[in-house]
């Protein structure tokens, strides 16, 4: 990696790093559950007893977190 390449690296990792300190722990925290459950959602092709089993929490509690982020 070159000289350039190294200084856009380290831009780019501090902004992110500014970015992710303008946000507050409830919204760390919503965004992560949010990305789990998309993941968990795609990794099962959208088998929603499946992805709460592998998420580790009851049907009509994803279907719920689900509605919350809008996802349904």
């Known amino acids: ?37 998309q993941n968990a959602l795609y990794e099962t092709d959208g088998n929603q007893t499946l992805a709460a089993k592998r998420l580790g929490i009851g049907r009509t509690c994803l279907i719920a977190k689900m509605k919350k982020f809008g996802l349904i």
Request: net charge negative; glycine share 0%.
């Open 1 to 37: 990696m070159n000289r350039e390449e190294e200084d856009a690296l380290r831009a780019v990792s501090e902004a992110m790093r500014e970015m992710d300190c303008e946000r507050t722990l409830p919204e760390k925290l919503e965004r992560l559950e949010k990305n789990d459950i």
